[in-house]
């Protein structure tokens, strides 16, 4: 019986859904700490090489609640994405006809 990937939770034959989830993250570079904008310039200032992220992504198992909130999250995200698209590109048509008049 597996368990959910998140929350540890027993997922019975059948109930579990399967969702692409972030598994681990590396940091390689100068620094081994996660990389602040401090740092970032520090190692442009010194001719370094910027501090890389990489994340990792598996497919998982996970319990319907898990996933849910998972599935709601990454909605979430997509209604912010495109509502900052939609105000960048209506930020830029207004100025544009503020140049123009």
Known sequence: MPDCYLCGASVTKGQ??????RTGTSVAGLFTVPPSLLLVVL????????PSIRSYFALRTL????AQKLDLQRALGRKIGFF??????????????????
């Not at 190692?43 to 910027?50: C, P, R, V």
């Not at 900052?84 to 008049?101: R, Y």
């Open 43 to 50: 190692a442009a200032l010194t001719g370094a090489k910027a």
């Open 16 to 21: 579990g859904a399967r969702r692409n989830v």
């Open 84 to 101: 900052l698209i939609g105000f960048v590109f209506l930020f830029a048509v207004m100025v544009m006809l503020t140049a123009n008049g």
């Open 63 to 66: 319990c319907p609640a898990c």
